[in-house]
Each structure stands twice: as C-alpha cells, then as structure tokens.
C-alpha cells in the first residue's frame, strides 16, 4: 500500500463520497475533550495564517 497526502478540504469534497465507520472502530469515539481540543487547534491556525498543520492520518478507501 502506498500513502499519498491531499488537503482535507479536497479529500472531503463531492457529492458522490459516504464516509462508513467501521463497526470495531466505532469505540474509539471521542469525548469532549477531544473536540474542544481540535477546534483550538483549527482556531490556532487560522489566526496565525499558517499554510498547512498535521492533524492526523485518515486511511481511506478509493
């Protein structure tokens, strides 16, 4: 398997894409915590005008 990068936005967009949780990944839900802590980081960025952040890996299926 070969990983390649693209911007979220870009990853996202279309009308024709479904994005499916698997069941057994389904616990690993976050906590609110969680979410406040990626809004912080979204914020961060967009007040400091950086052009990119590492968030994370997401493994799709093409």
């Not at 279309?14 to 969680?34: A, C, H, L, M």
């Not at 809004?39 to 400091?48: C, G, R």
């Amino acid at each position: 398997m070969k990983g390649t990068s693209k911007e979220l936005l870009k990853f996202m967009e279309g009308s024709d894409k479904r994005f499916v949780i698997p069941v057994y990944q389904r616990n690993y839900d976050w906590k609110k915590e969680n979410c406040q802590q990626l809004l912080s980081d979204l914020i961060d960025v967009a007040k400091t005008q950086r052009s990119s952040h590492f968030f994370g890996s997401i493994v799709s299926k093409t």
